[in-house]
Structures are given as structure tokens and as C-alpha cells.
């Protein structure tokens, strides 16, 4: 039971940094896009890690992250403890079509599936591919897409993401290098107006302070350190 309790009192933390840096990356259209952070499907315990709203239909996205957005998109985020699995491709699926009832006048051809996770998801490639029959397609470092016209899924596998694109969903690990904590603290001076990232900065810190030391020590010898 102690476990049990520890490891989702983890996840949740995991969660409310993913969130925070979700909305960094996607900082230019924080103006088009509502973002709605364990969004209640039913007064049972059944919440989407994130529904983000295009308050503009027509907007263009021009960020590898959020390029295929529709009007309503469904997110699930796997701490990197965990893994997107085929299950979790099924829930989430079950969700949308539980989503287009609740939420009167919204159409399944309107919404879009992102799953994001910190590992290879190739079981659930495989999957998509052979069982369903998706056509995948790899469109830039780290993100895949199942072709579907009807309701389109995009993996993210976070760790393979450029800083240029997902810089904050990139550094969620606990393997981060002292050269990506300098680039999310040096960016953090130029968002902290815009967008908040103390629960980013939290989790990001403690789970790597051998990459906090090493920006504090390059600090202290005036060393440029090499991206």
C-alpha cells in the first residue's frame, strides 16, 4: 500500500511539471490554445491528463508538438518511470468518443490523440501498424503520426526531441545534462512573465542536481559551456 500511495503522489508530480512545460514550448500560441489539466470525463474518478482547446480553428501551428492540432485535443503524458503502452492507446481512444458525448456539438472528426512519453513507444507503433493498420509516418525528431483522416494520433517520445521544438518536454528525465538545465533556466527569465514554471523547475531540479551543480560551477569559472 506504501508503495502504491508513493508512486502516484510521483506521477501527479511528474504530471503538474509536464503541464507547465507543455505550455512553455507551445508559448506563442498560449494566445489560441486553453489548456484543461485533468479534464473529468464523468463524476467517477476518469480524467484526461490534458485537453487543450484551438480557441481559433484556422490558426496554424508552426511547432512539430502541436502542428496537427484540431479543434480539441486529447493528451496523455507516461512519467519517465513509465511507458505509453497499447493499453493506455485504448483508454485514451475510449476517451475521445466519451468526450464527443459529454461535450455537446463536438465532432470525433474534430478532435486528435497525443501521447507522450520519455521511451521508444515501438510496441505501440507496431501495434497501430499491423492490428489497425495506420499508416505512421516520422515528421521530425521524436514525433510520429498515425495517419488517420477520422481521428489522428500523434507519439511523442520526449527524450528525442529538439531543444528548438520541445525543449521543456525534452528535459523531464532525470538524466538531463548540465548544458540543457542552463538553456531551461536561462529561457525561464524570458517566460516567467508569461507562462508559470515553478512545478516544472521543482521536479526538474530535484530529480537532477548533478546538472544543477555543473551550471553553478561553469558559472563560478566564467566557462562557456558547449551545447
Known amino acids: 500500500m506504501r508503495k502504491q500511495k508513493e508512486h502516484t503522489k510521483r506521477r501527479t508530480t511528474w504530471h503538474s511539471a509536464f503541464i507547465e512545460g507543455f505550455q512553455a514550448d507551445l508559448l506563442d500560441y498560449l494566445d489560441v490554445l486553453d489548456f484543461t489539466p485533468e479534464y473529468q470525463l464523468t463524476a467517477a474518478p476518469l480524467k484526461i491528463d490534458l485537453v487543450i482547446v484551438k480557441k481559433k480553428k484556422d490558426i496554424v501551428i508552426n ?5 496537427f492540432f484540431r479543434g480539441h485535443n486529447i493528451v496523455e503524458y507516461k512519467s519517465p518511470e513509465d511507458y505509453i503502452s497499447i493499453e493506455d492507446f485504448l483508454r485514451v481512444h475510449a476517451y475521445a468518443y466519451q468526450y464527443t458525448v459529454l461535450i455537446k456539438g463536438i465532432a470525433i472528426s474534430d478532435i486528435t490523440l497525443t501521447f507522450i512519453g520519455n521511451r521508444h513507444p515501438r510496441k505501440l507503433l507496431q501495434y497501430l501498424k499491423q492490428v489497425h493498420e495506420y499508416k505512421i509516418e516520422q515528421t521530425s525528431s521524436g514525433v510520429w503520426l498515425a495517419d488517420n483522416k477520422f481521428l489522428p494520433i500523434q507519439i511523442i517520445q520526449s527524450g528525442m526531441l529538439s531543444e528548438s521544438a520541445g525543449l521543456f518536454l525534452k528535459s523531464l528525465t532525470k538524466t538531463l545534462r548540465g548544458s540543457s538545465m542552463r538553456s531551461i533556466l536561462e529561457k525561464r527569465k524570458r517566460l516567467e512573465k508569461k507562462v508559470s ?14 546538472a544543477l551543480l555543473e551550471v553553478e560551477n561553469m558559472a563560478k569559472r566564467r566557462i562557456p559551456m558547449a551545447l
Not at 511547432?63 to 502542428?67: D, F, I, Q, T
Not at 514554471?197 to 548533478?210: F, G, Q, S, T
Open 197 to 210: 514554471l515553478d512545478a516544472y523547475l521543482n521536479v526538474v531540479i530535484k530529480e537532477n542536481p548533478k
Open 63 to 67: 511547432n512539430p508538438l502541436a502542428h
